[in-house]
C-alpha cells in the first residue's frame, strides 16, 4: 500500500491517495462546509490535513483554524456525521495543532469561493506571515475590484475576518486576516 505524503505543511493532494476508500472520503469531505464561513468546505479552508484508511476505519486529521476556535467540536462532528452518511465509517478524528494552520492552506478554489461570497481573501506568503498591524496593502474590494478600500474595524462577525469599506462602490466588506 502506497502511503499519502503526511507532511502538514503541503496542501493535501487527493490524487496521490493510495485507496478508492480514501479517495472517496476525500470527496465526501469536499462537500462537508465550514460552520463560520459556510462559502467554503473544510477542504477549501485547509484545515483537512490527512484522510487514511487505518485497519477498517478511516481517520481524519484536522488542523483548527487557531486553537480557541469555538466551532471545532462542531466541524468534527460534521466530519464523522457526514462520512458515517457516506457509508465510510467507522470514523476516527485527531485534531493536530503543530504545524499552526495558515492562510496560505486556503486552496485557489476556496479564495475564489470567498471573493464570490463577498468576503476579501486573504494574501500569501509574505503578508499572511506579518502581524496584522504590519499589513499596509489596500485590501480589493470583492464586488468591484478596487483598491480604494478603508478598514472600519480589525474584527468582523467573527474574529478571523477584519471589517472593511470600498470607497469606490460603498459597500462593507469583511477581510479574511492573513496568518
Known sequence: MVTPDLSLDAAPDAAALASPREAAAWDVLHGVLDPEVPAL???DLGIVRVVRETGDAIE???TPT???CPATEVIERSVIDALHAAGLGPVTVRQRR???WT???I???GRRKLREYGIAPPGRGADAGM???FVSRRIECPRCGSRRTEQLSAFGATA???LHRCLACREPFEHFKPL
Open 66 to 68: 487557531y486553537s480557541g
Open 98 to 100: 503543530a504545524p499552526a
Open 107 to 109: 486552496s485557489d478554489e
Open 103 to 105: 492562510t496560505d492552506w
Open 131 to 133: 502581524p496584522l498591524r
Open 41 to 43: 468546505s473544510l477542504v
Open 60 to 62: 481524519v486529521v484536522l
Open 160 to 162: 478571523c475576518k477584519s
